[in-house]
């Protein structure tokens, strides 16, 4: 029997019944700026994890950052997973900034849970902030407040 076009992804260890992982990369982590929006989600931090070497970031704005998968070019980025209760979750979503969506996001580690991802319009003109590391990095480095 042939592989299917599109397999499933990798199941992601870690996650709760009744909860989707979802691994994000900007202002909803720990000590952001809207970390306040997982935690009203009922979103239950499960590890800090870090993309497959695939990924470029840009800084939109300095409010949030972008993430874009790409065949060549890319770095690894830090990030969160976190477990979202299913009920919640489009409310999480729903309430990102325009361009920013939910896509798979492959990590080192293989898996490919459910992610925040841009729409490539949304970084035109932006900085490019992929040497960086990750949002966390970048805002440190720019000194931009975070407060949650």
Not at 24 to 30: A, S, T
Not at 38 to 60: C, E, K, N, Q
Not at 65 to 76: H, K, L, N, Q
């Amino acid at each position: 029997m042939p592989a299917p076009l599109f397999p499933r992804p990798v199941e992601v260890f870690g996650i709760p019944e009744g909860h989707v992982g979802l691994v994000v990369n900007g202002g909803l982590m720990r000590g952001m700026r809207a970390a306040s929006r997982m935690t009203a989600a009922g979103a239950v931090f499960i590890r800090d994890v870090s993309t497959a070497p695939v990924y470029r970031l840009w800084s939109i704005l300095d409010r949030h950052p972008g993430m874009i998968r790409f065949t060549a070019g890319g770095a690894a980025i830090s990030a969160e997973l976190y477990a979202v209760p299913r009920v919640t979750f489009p409310q999480v979503a729903e309430e990102e900034a325009p361009g920013l969506s939910v896509g798979r996001v492959l990590l080192d580690d293989g898996s490919s849970p459910l992610g925040v991802i841009i729409e490539p319009w949304r970084v035109e003109g932006m900085e490019e902030i992929t040497h960086h590391g990750g949002w966390r990095a970048y805002v440190a480095h720019k000194g931009i407040p975070q407060n949650t």
